[in-house]
Structures are given as structure tokens and as C-alpha cells.
């Protein structure tokens, strides 16, 4: 090519950049139009409901619907019979497991192979790292926990709720799905027609945000502050505040001052109390119907991270605004207005900076989900998306890959009187396990196929991507903490069966799997019934490499920023980039949806519903409404990187380049010191030489409470204990 032809095809890419520029306006007024229009038919398909004798079928051929899109518009037109969904219920898994899961018919023992105990050199002792350690300012451990996990303790200016102990209770055996025979095992081979994880090609819309502390009465907008009148803090006085002075406002943070907490003390749970401030009449508000990518039909209640959707009463089809709580990007901690409007910008800003496309939307899990979706390769095996697994599969992911692990160990497990409360805490964790995760159709393992296998094969299937379903017998000897999940009844869900010659069955990914067989201390004796192994791929590989240059951005400008409120508002921000990744990992579990409504005293509820509570005019209820199509619903990663979070907190390599130089983990520590796992952290009875780099995964001491300590017997108690020990360390500072 020419200079005169490279300067005309300049020319020529300049006229094609105008009529993208112009043909996106065009897509955006169209989308801004079909929002509208699908607004207004969800409204009347809501409407339609409070017909006696109208059907689901034919509102759905009516409304171009499915009758399925109808139901979640207008739960009361379900056509499921009453008796069927009473069954379904009763076969929900508790906590953990909501998916009614898929059970093969009843078979004689199963065939099993008994996996070859595995052997690594022993470890070696652990030296510190050379590199200036970057310390992550204290935070919860269980802060932004996923689904399964209890919660950290209650702010100062909420009502105080009871917290279940963790300690072990009462409970049986819960048995687990496995892979059946026959022609139905081909749909656990198999993926959903028509559904794949695409990249989009939009860009989102920012919504206008303010961030309002409800106790102060101050709100940012923009690079003002303005003090507002809430009256009684109701949503309906708070939005007329709100918008009166920033018109337009389509999202309203709370900083502090939780106003659905308000007369808490008049409700028998939390919960009730949230959903009837959610639900406070309003002449000039009513609940949202909801359109568009980023918003949703009606309230979520929450205890306290509630969201509330309202659209003027007087005309209901238009815009939205949205009622969120701060707490679901990060926890204020006191920080005033200013501060966590300031730590969105350098949130935003951050993200820019490896997202030219990078929007804030309502949500962390929704901001992960899209920031993810923009990584989807453009080239390669990969690059016409990831396509959803089987609706099958992902009902056998729900039911078999649990979470965090979260274990209080009681006496004589351990010491009546600890000698000190020492805990670790695995800095931004999840990113660590983010490199490898399982791609397309899995490959179905029975016992007689894993035992076919060589030994370098069996350990290179436990070493890839994959799910077993295994029968373990702790070996006699064992003196240490239990390796791998076994499913109970009850509000637990998993326990963590440590008591010699225990046989249990259960599911676990292949690192757990592995690590039961080649730990240093005791090989575990584990029998193959079947498993699922996919390819090695990297779909969030890129995704996690992006959020842990903007976190690790973030968590130095909070060390080195010359001014205080910058430095606070640069580790809020790091702190919100977790969540992300947190929420944003636990979004592709994609658990069956949950579809809340209120229905006026005195008329029938739909079937199966779970109230939530009433006031003197509605009753606000919820219930499961299965799996939507989501194109982004991948349980497959979610339960790979939670697996592996699992084994590293017993076991994890310190590595410079492909040399192991260390160990850490529960399993690095004497038997009888583990106190306490909560889902990427450790209490222990005594410190551990640990080595602290500040990368993602490593241990970070964060607390140390001196000796002699009472052994808590409840969650309660030990964040209390954990409150105190990380206020002495902060006092006496580290030598980590």
C-alpha cells in the first residue's frame, strides 16, 4: 500500500466511523423505545392477573411471551397444580441447595475404583518473602460473604438479631444426587440449545446516582453537598427529598442511617421489618414494574442490604429509582457522604483503566457479570461464547458444590481456655483461583473408567477441571481438621467429618479430591463412584488479571496518598473491587431465581409462597421460580474456584516462578490449634510463620487476642472475641 492509498482509506474508515456513530444512535432510541413499550406490557400483564378467570397460555400468546415470562410477571396465573408445587417445595435442599435436584433411580451398590494414595515431597520450612509486603488495611472476614455464610456481626444502629451458632448441631445425613443411567444421562452431557455466553455488543447506560446519608440528612450530588429533610425516612419522603433536589436521579446510595431498619423493634424478625418499610404506602410512588438491562421487576428484601424499585404513581411506565444500600460494594465504616461518593469515582476510575467500556451498574455481582462479559474472546475456539450447561447439570452443580467453609470447632477438639485468638485472613482470595476454570461439555468418568486408568492419568483428572462423586473414609490415626464435605440436614448443610474410621459419601471438586489423597500428613482412603471432567480453559483468567491490577491500584493509592480522605476512599474502592469479584463469581451460580410480590389482604395467595411479612393492607411474600435462560449462568466456575478455595485453606505452595519456597493452610499448623474457619480465613491458638507478600491469596494476620480466652461456643461469640483481637493487634501493630 501507497501513501495515496493508505491517506484515501483514512478518509474511508472516517465516513464508516459517522455511520456507526450514527446507526448506534439509532439502536440506542430504538432500545430506549422497546424498554418502554416491554414496560408497559408488563404492566398490563400484571394488571390482567386480578382477573378471576384469566390464563397464563393465553395472556403469554397475547402478549408474545412465554407462559414461563408470564408466571415470573405475574406469579398469581401460575398454571402448576397447587399439589405439584407443594412437592417441589417439600424437595427443596436446605440453605445451600435451594434447586430441586436430579436423583437417578434407586441402584444396587455402586461400582467403585479406590484412588491411589498420591505423595509430594514433605514441606519444606517457609521463608518470608524479599518483597516490601503491602498490608491490607483490616477488614471482615466474612464481609459481602456468599449466600451460604452467616453474615458479620450487625452494625451499632441496627436492631441486634440472634446469630444460629456454628458450632455443630443436631443433624443427619442428606443424600446427594448422583449421575443416573441410561438414556437420562445423556442431559449430564450436554448443554442448553440456543444459550451461550456472548460478548455484547452495547454499551451500558450510567445511571445518575447521588449517595445519601439518611442519618445526617446529607446528600452528594455531583461536587455538592446538600442537606435534605427526610421526614420520617419512609421511601416515599426520601425519594420526594431526593429528586426535588437532584431531578433526574435514578439510583440513591445509603451511606448510613439504614431507614428500613426503622421500628425494627415492632417485627418479630429483620426481615419483616425491611419488607414493610419497603412496602410504606405512598400517593405519590408505587412499586417499579421495572425494564431494561439493569433494572429488575419490584423490591428485593434483604435484611440489610434491601434494594426498592418505585416509578411516580402518576405515571408508572416511566423512568425508575432505585433505593440500594452502600453496603453491598463495601462496608462505610463511618465514613462520611463525601468519602463514599469519592471512593466510587476512584472505583471508576480504576476499572477505566482496563475497561474502556467500564459502567457502574446497580450492583457489584451485576458490574462483575458485565465487566466479565466484555472479556469473552473475539478469537479462537472460544470466541462465539461459552455456552450454558444443561438445565440437568446445573441442577447437579447446585445441589453438590457447596461454598465457603465456614466450622467453629468446639472442645475437646480444642482447649476449653485458649491460650491467645490469632486470626489469618486470605487477601482477596477468590483471585487467586481464577487462572484455570472448566470450559464446554464434561466428560462423564464412571468407577470402572477411572479405574482403567493409570495412576499418571487418575492424577492428572483429579488435577483438572472436574466434580466427583466419591465415597471417603477418614483414616485411623488422623488427629487433624476434616478435608472434604459431607451434606447434612439442616441449616449447616456440610460438615466436616474428622473422627477416625467415619465412611460418608459426598461430592468434591478435584483439588479437594486431590488434596484428600497427597496431604503430607496421612493419606485419606477415597473410592471414585463417578465424576465429570471438562477442558482446562481460561474464561475468567483475563477477568481476574484486570480486577487485581485495579485492586492492587487501588490498595497502594490507599497507602501512599498524601490525603486522608483520598487514602480512605482508595481502600473503600479496593474493598468494592472485591466485591466484584465476590458477587460477580457468585452471580454464575445463577441459583433458581426468587420472585417476591405483595398481594392485598384478604384476596388468595399464589401457591407456595414464603411470607415475609404483612402490614394493614398487603403481604408481602416470596418464592423459588426455578432457572431462568440466563446466558451467563456457569455454576460450573463458581464451584471450580470455591473448591480450590476450600483446599487452599488447608493447604497452599508459596511459589517463585515454578519452585515451591513455602506452605500455609490449616494443615501447616499443629493438631488442636484450628479455632474457627470462615470462608478465606483462619483463627487459630497460636501465630504461624506464614509468609505475607500482599498478593492475592496470601495469609494476612489480622488479629491477635492475648490469652487466656474463654473457647467461644457460637458465631456470636467468636466475632466478638475476633472484634477484640484485631483491635489489640492494631494497637500493638504486626511483625508479621
Known amino acids: 500500500m501507497d501513501r495515496k492509498s493508505y491517506t484515501a482509506e483514512l478518509a474511508s474508515l472516517r465516513e464508516l466511523r459517522t455511520e456507526i456513530t450514527a446507526a448506534e444512535k439509532t439502536v440506542a432510541a430504538a432500545q430506549k423505545e422497546l424498554d418502554k413499550l ?299 457522604v463525601v468519602t463514599c461518593r469519592q471512593a466510587f469515582t476512584l472505583l471508576w476510575q480504576a476499572l477505566r483503566r482496563h475497561w474502556d467500556d467500564a459502567v457502574l451498574m446497580g450492583s457489584p455481582s451485576q458490574t462483575g457479570r458485565d465487566l466479565w462479559s466484555r472479556t469473552i474472546p473475539t478469537t479462537g475456539k472460544w470466541a462465539g461464547g461459552y455456552p450454558v450447561l444443561s438445565e440437568e447439570l446445573r441442577g447437579l452443580l447446585h445441589a453438590t458444590g457447596g461454598q465457603g467453609r465456614t466450622e467453629l470447632f468446639l472442645p475437646p477438639r480444642v482447649p476449653e481456655q485458649l491460650p491467645a485468638l490469632v486470626e489469618y485472613d486470605r487477601t482477596f482470595a477468590y483471585a487467586k483461583h481464577l487462572w484455570k476454570s472448566p470450559v464446554g461439555v464434561p466428560r462423564r468418568i464412571t468407577a470402572a473408567a477411572f479405574a482403567a486408568m493409570t495412576e499418571a492419568e487418575q492424577v492428572k483428572a483429579l488435577m483438572s477441571c472436574s466434580h466427583w462423586n466419591v465415597r471417603v473414609t477418614v483414616p485411623q490415626g488422623w488427629n487433624h481438621v476434616g478435608l472434604l464435605p459431607a451434606p447434612v440436614t439442616g441449616d449447616r448443610a456440610w460438615v466436616y467429618p474428622a473422627t477416625p474410621g467415619t465412611t460418608f459419601t459426598t461430592w468434591a471438586g478435584g483439588a479437594e479430591v486431590h488434596l484428600a489423597l497427597s496431604n503430607h500428613l496421612m493419606p485419606w482412603k477415597v473410592e471414585i463412584l463417578g465424576g465429570l471432567l471438562w477442558e482446562d480453559g481460561k474464561p475468567l483468567d483475563e477477568w481476574g488479571k484486570r480486577l487485581k491490577a485495579a485492586w492492587a491500584d487501588l490498595t497502594n493509592l490507599s497507602k501512599l496518598h498524601g490525603d486522608e480522605r483520598q487514602r480512605t476512599a482508595a481502600y473503600l474502592a479496593s474493598r468494592a473491587v472485591r466485591s466484584v469479584l465476590l458477587f460477580g463469581l457468585g452471580g454464575f451460580a445463577q441459583r433458581p431465581r426468587l420472585v417476591s410480590g405483595t398481594t392485598p389482604i384478604g384476596e388468595a395467595l399464589p401457591a407456595g409462597v414464603e411470607i415475609l411479612g404483612q402490614d394493614d393492607q398487603v403481604i408481602t411474600w416470596q418464592r423459588q421460580a426455578g432457572f431462568s435462560r440466563d446466558p451467563y449462568a456457569h455454576p460450573e466456575w463458581a464451584a471450580y474456584v470455591w473448591s480450590g478455595a476450600r483446599a487452599a485453606l488447608l493447604d497452599m505452595k508459596y511459589r517463585q516462578g515454578k519452585e515451591v519456597i513455602g506452605y500455609a493452610g490449616a494443615l501447616h499448623a499443629k493438631p488442636g490449634t484450628v479455632v474457627y474457619f470462615g470462608t478465606d480465613g483462619i483463627a487459630l491458638t497460636e501465630r504461624q510463620p506464614w509468609p505475607y507478600r500482599g498478593e492475592p491469596g496470601d495469609y494476612l494476620l489480622k488479629g491477635h487476642l492475648t490469652g487466656p480466652v474463654e473457647h467461644p461456643t457460637s458465631q456470636e461469640q467468636y466475632l466478638k472475641l475476633r472484634g477484640l483481637g484485631r483491635a489489640e493487634l492494631a494497637q500493638k501493630g504486626t511483625d508479621q
Request: aromatic share 4%; hydrophobic share 45%.
Open 38 to 336: 416491554t414496560a408497559q406490557r408488563a404492566r398490563r400483564v400484571a394488571g390482567l392477573a386480578g382477573y378471576e378467570a384469566a390464563k397464563a397460555d393465553a395472556v403469554a400468546k397475547a402478549s408474545g411471551l412465554s407462559v414461563g415470562d408470564v408466571v415470573r410477571i405475574a406469579p398469581l396465573l401460575d398454571p402448576t397444580p397447587a399439589a405439584v408445587r407443594a412437592a417441589k417445595a417439600d424437595d427443596q435442599a436446605p440453605a445451600a441447595v435451594p434447586a430441586p435436584a436430579p436423583v437417578a433411580a434407586p441402584v444396587a451398590e455402586p461400582a467403585v475404583a479406590v484412588a491411589p494414595a498420591l505423595t509430594r515431597p514433605d514441606p519444606v520450612v517457609e521463608q518470608p518473602a524479599p518483597a516490601a509486603p503491602v498490608t491490607e488495611a483490616p477488614t471482615e472476614v466474612e464481609d459481602q460473604a456468599v449466600v451460604e455464610q452467616p453474615g458479620p456481626a450487625a452494625p451499632a444502629a441496627a436492631p441486634v438479631v440472634p446469630t444460629a451458632p456454628v458450632a455443630p448441631v443436631a443433624s443427619g445425613p442428606r443424600e446427594l444426587p448422583t449421575l443416573p443411567e441410561g438414556p437420562a444421562s445423556a442431559r449430564f452431557e450436554a448443554v442448553t440449545t440456543g444459550l451461550v455466553s456472548k460478548r455484547p455488543n452495547f454499551t451500558q447506560q450510567a445511571r445518575a446516582t447521588v449517595f445519601l446519608d439518611a442519618a445526617a440528612g446529607m446528600l452528594a450530588v455531583r461536587d455538592q453537598i446538600v442537606r435534605v429533610d427526610l421526614g420520617a425516612r419512609t421511601p416515599g419522603e426520601i425519594l420526594d427529598a431526593v429528586l426535588a433536589t437532584a431531578p433526574g436521579t435514578e439510583r440513591i446510595y445509603i451511606t448510613a442511617g439504614a431507614p428500613w431498619h426503622d421500628g425494627a423493634e415492632r417485627y418479630s424478625t429483620l426481615k419483616d421489618a425491611v419488607a414493610a418499610w419497603l412496602n410504606t404506602p405512598s400517593e405519590r410512588w408505587t412499586t417499579a414494574v421495572g425494564s431494561g438491562r439493569d433494572k429488575l421487576a419490584g423490591h428485593f428484601v434483604h435484611q440489610r442490604q434491601p434494594v426498592g424499585r418505585y416509578a411516580p404513581a402518576s405515571a408508572p411506565d416511566s423512568g425508575s429509582t432505585e433505593i440500594r444500600s452502600m453496603g453491598e460494594w463495601f462496608d462505610a465504616d463511618g465514613a462520611d
